[in-house]
């Protein structure tokens, strides 16, 4: 059996898109499947940690011995990391989290006639959750955020991790067909502030396995020798 090596750690892993709504039937998402989250969480679980999985909307089924909460915005997403992180060793966002919400949510459908076309899409910032939870200043967990790019992958992946503050990212280029949203495979970038490593493409169940051995020797130096 592989080395536990997140072994009575406990771990939070946001995973899958979240999605805004404009009125009862539309809403603003992306393309994340939470492919990538939950083969985290299931490596998680069987490295031995004791893992909360939150998850936006997505059709995938929940892995053995996890604790799955669902959620649909990202201000439902960011209430359950607050309230997991409170309590957690290793916070690990690999959500596709939906930057802007609209202004106001339509208590009916938005109808074709009733407003300019300028008016019907207003936007306000949503919070972002894994800078929320690295900004802490007291129960801190080591906090891993992903980044996804389209260009200049590994400059903008430096950028985002000293701007919110994170002590590893994982940088994917999800124009590569290959990878990224909702493919099975996926290739990626480990940084932190000690340097970076490409890994090879790979079956995102794979690499999951080796970026939670990864993850647990920078997080958890001295433990697992
Ligand atoms: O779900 P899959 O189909 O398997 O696809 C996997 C993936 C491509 C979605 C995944 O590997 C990935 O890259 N996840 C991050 C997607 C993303 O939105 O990245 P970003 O560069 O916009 O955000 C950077 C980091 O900040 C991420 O850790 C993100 O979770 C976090 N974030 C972003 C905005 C926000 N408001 N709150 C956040 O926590």
New binding site residues.
Partial sequence: APEQVLKGKKVTI?????REALDPVRYLS??????????IAAAAARAGAEVTLIAGP?RLDTPAGIKRVDVVS?ED??RA?EAAADDCDLFI???????FRPTVVAAQKIKKEDDNESDVLQLV?????????AGRTSKRPFV??????TEKVAE??KG?LAR?N?DM????D?SDPE?????DR?Q?MVIDHAGEQALPAAL?TELATQLVELIATRAFPGQHQ
Avoid: Q, R, W, Y
Wanted: aromatic share 4%; proline share 3%.
């Fill in positions: 946001t995973a899958g898109p979240t992306n393309h994340s499947s939470g492919k990538m989250g939950f083969a997505v990202t997403m960011l990391a966002a690999s959500a596709a989290v939906v930057d910032k949503n919070p972002d959750i894994v800078a929320t939870i891993v955020g992903f980044a996804a790019e903008h992946a985002k919110k994170l990212i994982i940088a994917n999800v990878g990224g949203f909702n493919s996926n990626v995102k």
